[in-house]
């Protein structure tokens, strides 16, 4: 049994009079909000250039690593379908939660999202670099920043939403699935493809891309005709592009919803001309980015005060049944 001993202090006046403070945890918290280290969040629905612009940002401000924040880029494989960064795109720039997920049919949840997340940036901030959270999965970013607790005692973030006016990226994400094909992404969909499952709600094999081409595939394995082979092929690759499309629609209604949370600290950035010509990324998205973080990481008021203003906010997204080609 252990004994503790008892040690009386002799007693005496304080030096000074005070009145003693009650520490709760919203004195707490406030104390606490004035050491926060930074984070910087890229949102944005699917091929706006999330990724893009996150790797531009922490070449400007290193060392800065990137943590992938979506949900079908964490497994390993179908880099083309995924539409993962190249280790030539990476340019030296750290990834993190890439092509991690080895099991193809295990379910990566916003539990372990916030898990694996805060890991990395704890690590990041150990080697005195500025984490950089950047993917199209909403509902992992709203987990880690909205209901992670810890996460929201040690961190202030800035959010850079990445925005494109949906018909103009309809059209360019139709154009990428045709770009995608082109690179091989049949040929990586048929060597991933298990034709003792039909099952795609788990896993990678919910990415789209992946079950659009089940009975194109299958129909091929059977030795179908060419003609009955060519249009389910055509099939399987328009609906690729209308379900790209639903999904881009539904990234960008949950962001009009964390909008009205974070508009304090959450930046648009108009990418809609940079999708018609490639000269305007660096005006309209890079260089506006690239100054709102450095007034976020070091409060310098010689950047443009107008830089860091939220731009205005479009109309909504229109309903999921009025997506179409």
Known sequence: MMNIISVSAPACKPLVNFQP????????????????????????????????LAIDLATHFPPAEIVNSDKMQVYKGLDITTNKVT?????????????TVDDPNHDFTANDFCHHASVAIDSIVGR?????????????????????SMFRLRYECCFLWVDVSLPVLHSSLS??????????????????FDYSVSDYTRGVRRA?????????????ARGGDERRKKKLLEAAIAKTKVNNCKLATRQLQKIHRLYTIWKQNMHRLDA????????AWEDDVASKGRRIVQKFLYGDNRVLVSAGAPLPLPLPPPAMAAVTH
């Open 87 to 99: 280790e030539e795109e990476c340019r030296g720039v750290p990834h993190h939660l890439l092509g």
């Open 21 to 52: 403070v009650a520490l709760t945890m919203e004195t707490l918290f406030q104390h606490n909000q004035q050491r926060k280290d930074k984070v910087v969040v890229i949102m944005g629905a699917t091929g706006t250039g999330k990724s893009k």
């Open 208 to 220: 789209i891309g992946v079950p659009e081409f089940d009975e194109f595939l299958r129909e091929e």
């Open 128 to 148: 005195d670099g500025l984490p950089i959270i950047a993917g199209g999965s909403n509902s992992f970013i709203d987990a880690l920043v909205n209901h992670d």
């Open 272 to 279: 809609t001309e940079a999708v018609f010509n490639k000269g």
């Open 175 to 192: 154009a990428r699935v045709d770009r995608m094909i082109e690179a091989g992404q049949l040929d990586e969909v048929r060597e991933f």
